[in-house]
């Protein structure tokens, strides 16, 4: 073991996500909603679907705020406040995860690349079916 892996080691890790990843969360659920509603608007159960659609996806990002309103209003005053780093300060520091200890680039990264795969993929999926279904009557 080097000096180099030691210090590392002892270098204090965050366990807290910056806002922004919360907010790039929150973005790109919207995203793939609007796509879904926007591209998947057809059919004799339109209503029902995008009914569903939206309730399920209330319920996906509605639990998380419930659970971080509930923290902030329980937390003791000097823990609500955001924090004054920049995301990019954010990102070199090490971040703790429950299998080890990861930059908060690569953690922003893993918590965001599924969101995103999805609501990209839904977004191309829907262009896709918009332009080769063709629209009798709609």
């Known amino acids: 073991m080097t000096a180099r892996d030691t210090q590392h080691r ?26 879904v509603w926007i591209f998947f608007d057809r059919g004799a159960y339109v209503g029902l679907t995008l009914a569903m659609i939206t309730v399920f996806f209330v319920i996906v990002v509605g639990i998380p705020v419930l659970i971080w309103k509930s923290w902030q209003h329980n937390a003791p005053a000097e823990d609500t406040r ?23 680039c690569e953690a922003a990264t893993q918590i965001l690349l599924p969101i995103a795969a999805v609501s990209i993929g839904m977004f191309i999926f829907g262009l896709v079916f918009y332009l080769d279904v063709p629209h009798a009557g709609y």
């Open 10 to 35: 002892l270098v204090a890790a965050q366990d807290g996500l910056h806002p922004l990843v919360y907010r790039s969360i929150i973005a790109l659920t919207v995203w793939l909603v609007l796509s």
């Open 82 to 104: 955001e924090p004054k780093e920049t995301f990019a300060a954010w990102a070199s520091q090490n971040f703790a995860t429950w299998t080890g200890r990861l930059s908060g």
